[in-house]
């Protein structure tokens, strides 16, 4: 099983003017009256990194992603074959485009100095749909990318376009837990915001976290929206948890190939390309690749915004048992009788 390797974008220097510092998809300049006229409709709360955040089918965007989604459903058609990539914001995006884009390639790029993961951020491999593909006025062309097609989204279960629902694509579920995926998030969106701009405050974004208003939020439909779409078509949707692939990779890994269809031989294992895959994209490799320490991808952000601490647990270094409680009530509220525990 192969995949095209998307174009590598050359590093941007960095300009210090206070839009440009903004991630192409979250300004909001050169909005079409038409575009304008729909926001003004939609319910309006307070962004993390831009001003404003808007609330589309349930779900919480800025205007530049917002855009992107709109693009997507008006022209983008999922093959059969086409493999998703979906996730949580600050679920570990990057890691699993690392390992699924080593797992599908293996047989192009076998162990090897190489290989495109040592010289492009994971990005620009497996490029997001929303925020990448579809975030410019003119449309990409696909025509590059060899079958079966990797790409990732961060959209909801409830706002697929039809024809990654109606597929037989694939689809591959990232999720984790909301303490360390709110902290995660938390910094992120301090790095994105200009230097002229105070950085958010963590009781201030943890408000909102909980009550939904956060990219892609709320957080809790997201994740409860995938896992039983994964209990009603296992075929269709595979579900992994960060800290479960923190804590057995070799496992997870193995399940993933053999879900979509390309399960490691006998001979691979036996020659431990499981663990060169897992070892490739570890955190201490990925993070520590010049490519990932410097540069920023076409979109403003640092490469290394992607690379923070990779660990589980981090949370106990920034939350309350106040705050930890009110995650737990919610998460329970939430969850409720549906089998799924974060
Ligand atoms: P995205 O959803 O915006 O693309 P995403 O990659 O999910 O971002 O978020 C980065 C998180 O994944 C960071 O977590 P932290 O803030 O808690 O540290 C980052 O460190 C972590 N991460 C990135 N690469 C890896 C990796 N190879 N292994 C484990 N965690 C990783």
């Keep these: 099983m192969q995949v095209e390797t998307a174009k590598p974008v050359t590093s941007m220097t960095p300009n210090t003017s206070q839009s440009s510092l903004l991630p192409k998809y979250l300004e909001e300049d050169e909005l079409t009256e038409e575009f304008k006229e729909l926001l003004s409709s939609l319910p309006r709360e307070r962004g993390w990194v831009v001003p404003h955040i808007y609330k589309y089918h349930g779900v919480w965007h800025t205007p530049a992603q917002l855009r992107g989604v709109l693009a997507l459903h008006q022209h983008f058609q999922a093959q059969d074959s086409d493999i998703l990539l979906v996730t949580t914001p600050k679920s570990g995006t990057t890691w699993l485009k690392s390992i699924m884009f080593a797992l599908m390639n293996r047989s192009r790029y076998p162990k090897s100095e190489q290989h495109p993961l040592l010289k492009t951020n994971p990005h620009v491999l497996v490029p997001f749909l929303e925020i990448k593909l579809y975030a410019n006025k003119e449309l990409p062309d696909l025509a590059s990318f060899v079958s079966p ?84 078509k296992p075929q269709k949707v595979f579900f992994l948890k960060y800290e479960e692939m923190k804590e057995q990779p070799t496992l997870h890994l193995k399940r993933l190939a ?83 525990c974060l």
């Excluded at 790409?151 to 984790?176: G, M």
């Design 149 to 232: 097609r990797l790409f990732c989204t961060h959209l909801s279960c409830t706002t697929l376009p039809n024809s990654a629902r109606d597929s037989a694509c694939k689809i591959v579920y990232l999720c984790r837990n909301p303490r360390d995926t709110f902290v995660s998030l938390f910094h992120f969106s301090n790095k994105l915001r200009t230097p002229n701009l105070p950085p958010n405050s963590i009781e201030e974004v943890f408000d909102m976290f909980c009550e939904g208003a956060s990219v892609y939020g709320p957080f809790w439909d997201h994740v409860l929206g995938y896992w039983k779409e994964s209990l009603r």
């Design 258 to 340: 053999e879900f979509l269809g390309c399960p490691f031989s006998k001979v691979e294992e036996k020659e431990g390309v499981v663990g060169d895959i897992l070892e490739l994209c570890s955190f201490g490799n990925m993070s520590n690749l010049v490519v990932n320490r410097g540069g920023r991808l076409e979109s403003g952000e640092e490469h290394s915004a992607y690379f923070r601490k990779g660990e589980v647990g981090d949370w106990k270094n920034y939350m309350t048992e106040e705050m930890v409680q009110r995650l737990e009530k919610i998460s329970e509220q939430k969850f409720k009788g549906s089998g799924l």
